[in-house]
DNA sequence: GCAAAAGTGTTTCGTTTACACCCATGC
DNA sequence: GCATGGGTGTAAACGAAACACTTTTGC
């Protein structure tokens, strides 16, 4: 514990990272939540992040926060704001920095044991610490227009999905319904997927990814992404928003 | 000048705003550019901005800077993106927040005395300051995104206008062409335009618009935004990038 | 009178939407 | 066997794209 101070001739906020997680279980959209063990707003759930260090730029230190506070390698992770109101940290002025992160269902650990971290779906979000109801609305309506631009969709599924997987993804980020035969054609004219052998049906990726077995109907064909798609795809909107 | 010192158990960073200011001479897309007078970067162009006072959030001392160095007020005003790499400014850690500003060309002043503000048309832009060729293209990059969900255009025309002009306002930004039967079309048939009356043509709003002069054609229509329209307006894409 | 810019309508084409029946699986 | 979820095709409606000629104005 050095007892260094740090002095400047002007005042200076204080600069954090804050990571909005997300993951998709094949079913529901979801969010990692941290449980705060101080003040304040102990006992709260928070997004996890903390102070940027000086040798690091702002993406560099929220992978390195999500590393640190969840063990998470995100597929993806993207700014999407920074929040700076004055009060919005009791302690001192704070000014932070906020990403979204995207998740595949095979990198998902934390929340699972009995950790302090847990995966919320979006609609079981409770009232969170600090501005962070607030940092979530603006996370999520930017990962609604992100989808619109750019395929980022698939950065959330697992190696193997189905479409109707995909379609329940976009539906639970868009916050609409689509038709499901129009939905297949779309995805199936673009071109971007490829049928998978059912032989690889029993391996691990599979299990996982259907893990909650209710499954009562027809099983689902399944698709992997055309790698050799990726970079023409990066750009591309899949599913252009109608209200 | 007082000589109190700030003094943190932590390094903190300087945090400061810096505004993309654009604006619309009818003709071109321009923004606002300012010549430094001291090192470093001495005698380069940079965006306007400054440090964030502890008593104001980002867009207050986003718009106090702009005020403080333009005398401008914007119509618009916008955080898109957050510069945190460790070495964009040599002489400490500064953390920008980024803004976009539209002005209209009414409120457009500075730059046209002999003052060190400076319209630049886009592809005139020199090489900046600091990492600021690098905040331009992304602060493009997003005013191509926005205007596809939002009409912010409106915000950059003034009062009066023609709907050629609006053409070119959208061709620049979104930097490809129309054409013009269809681009006509479709901006009138989305009813949110009404005509003005030849009378006003007199108008100074309308001599300021035309100011290059150097109009050949035939003469245009003038027309004005139906205020009542602008509430369910707002969040409407008026024309769909297609490239 | 000629060059440059703006006004105007129709047809074609592609995309989006709406919609119904059959099939496989788990209980 | 029945309820649930998934596979598949077609027709209608809509919106986007392509396209030519006339009018006005400044030089």
């Given at each position: 514990m050095e007892k260094q101070l740090y002095t400047y001739k002007y005042p200076h906020p204080a600069v954090t990272t804050d990571c909005v997680i997300f993951s998709f279980d094949g079913n529901d959209l979801k969010v990692l939540l941290i449980q705060r063990g101080n003040n304040p707003y102990k006992g709260y759930w928070a997004f996890p992040g903390g102070f940027l260090n000086m040798d690091e730029n702002a993406e560099q230190g929220a992978l390195?926060?999500?590393?640190?506070?969840?063990?998470?390698?995100?597929?993806?992770?993207?700014?999407?704001?920074?929040?700076?109101?004055?009060?919005?940290?009791?302690?001192?002025?704070?000014?932070?920095?906020?990403?979204?992160?995207?998740?595949?269902?095979?990198?998902?650990?934390?929340?699972?044991?009995?950790?302090?971290?847990?995966?919320?779906?979006?609609?079981?979000?409770?009232?969170?610490?600090?501005?962070?109801?607030?940092?979530?609305?603006?996370?999520?309506?930017?990962?609604?227009?992100k989808i619109h631009f750019e395929s980022i969709g698939f950065d959330l599924l697992g190696e193997n999905f189905t479409i109707p997987e995909v379609q329940r993804l976009y539906e639970a980020i868009l916050e609409i319904k689509f038709d499901r035969r129009n939905f297949q054609k779309k995805l199936i004219q673009m071109d971007i997927l490829e049928e998978v052998e059912?032989?690889?049906?029993?391996?691990?990726?599979?299990?996982?990814?259907?893990?909650?077995?209710?499954?009562?109907?027809?099983?689902?064909?399944?698709?992997?992404?055309?790698?050799?798609?990726?970079?023409?795809?990066?750009?591309?909107?899949?599913?252009?928003?109608?209200?």
């Open positions: 390195r926060e999500l590393q640190e506070e969840t063990g998470l390698i995100p597929n993806h992770i993207e700014q999407f704001h920074t929040f700076t109101d004055v009060d919005r940290d009791p302690r001192e002025r704070v000014v932070s920095i906020a990403f979204f992160a995207l998740i595949k269902p095979t990198d998902v650990r934390g929340g699972d044991d009995a950790s302090d971290a847990k995966w919320f779906k979006l609609k079981d979000i409770p009232r969170l610490a600090f501005d962070h109801d607030y940092v979530f609305r603006i996370a999520q309506r930017t990962l609604k227009e059912t032989e690889e049906e029993f391996s691990k990726q599979v299990r996982n990814t259907n893990k909650d077995s209710s499954s009562k109907g027809r099983k689902a064909k399944k698709y992997r992404f055309r790698q050799e798609k990726y970079e023409e795809m990066k750009n591309t909107d899949i599913f252009k928003l109608e209200f």
